[in-house]
């Protein structure tokens, strides 16, 4: 699957000034070992976004690289992050001519009315939270009855933190990531019912895969 991406070239503004840490966060999409894992989530999100949406949504778009896709599928895309680069993320897509309503704000609070949005993204978020029982309601009340909706996340297992201990090089993911995929996928029941779980590597069970995506409704 070929998909419309922001380029490093795109993206250096957001590395220009950063702390080195940050701004080898952002480079993990294009380092030629580390980007498989990075680029492979966004094409199995994108697998289970099967059609077009009047309004999408995406929490935590982080540096607008999956924008340009996105942005495909919907006629209205808007965006929440908690970074305080939201304006810099819009010159750079205002640069590409790409139209996107971004605002800082975070998943506990999201700043739009009831059932607003026919599908919801929600992409390496939920596992850096605790509250999630919190955060599910939210994606709940934005979403319309017939929403798509996409939650993606890291599974916790030995090959994982292997992964990210001497692979990816992410030292503090043990304190970062606060959530684990069991607790995610628990915070949904009674609120959002599971349709279809796609795993990575995709033959692997997922507790013994490296990441998953699902979409589920509204019950």
């Known amino acids: 699957m070929i ?73 209205d895309y808007h965006g929440v992050d908690i970074h305080p680069e939201v304006k810099l993320v819009e010159e750079i897509l205002n640069n590409k001519k790409i139209k996107a309503n971004l605002k800082k704000a975070d998943i506990y609070s999201l700043p739009y009315p009831d059932e ?12 850096f939270i605790t509250n999630l029982e919190r ?29 990210y201990d001497k692979i990816v090089k992410f ?9 684990n995929h069991h607790e995610i996928i628990k915070a949904l029941e009674g609120k959002l019912k599971i349709e279809k779980i796609i795993t990575s590597p995709r033959f692997l069970p997922l507790n013994y895969s490296l990441f998953f995506v699902l979409k589920a409704k509204k019950y």
């Not at 607003?116 to 596992?127: D, G, P, Q």
């Open 116 to 127: 607003y949005f026919n599908a919801v993204v929600c992409l390496s978020v939920l596992e």
């Open 3 to 75: 998909m419309k991406l922001l380029n490093q070239k795109d993206l250096q503004p957001l590395f220009a000034g950063r702390p080195e840490q940050k701004a080898y966060t952002l480079k993990r999409y294009f380092h030629p070992w580390q980007k498989f894992f990075y680029l492979h989530r966004l094409k199995m999100t994108r697998r289970l976004l099967d059609k077009k949406y009047r309004r999408l949504l995406e929490i935590g778009f982080g540096s607008g690289i999956f924008i340009p896709e996105l942005t495909g599928i919907t006629e």
């Open 135 to 163: 955060a599910v309601s939210e994606i709940q009340r934005v979403a319309k009855p017939e929403a798509d909706i996409i939650l993606g996340a890291p599974i916790l297992n030995p090959l994982t933190n292997f992964i």
């Open 171 to 179: 030292k503090n993911h043990r304190q970062a990531h606060r959530s």
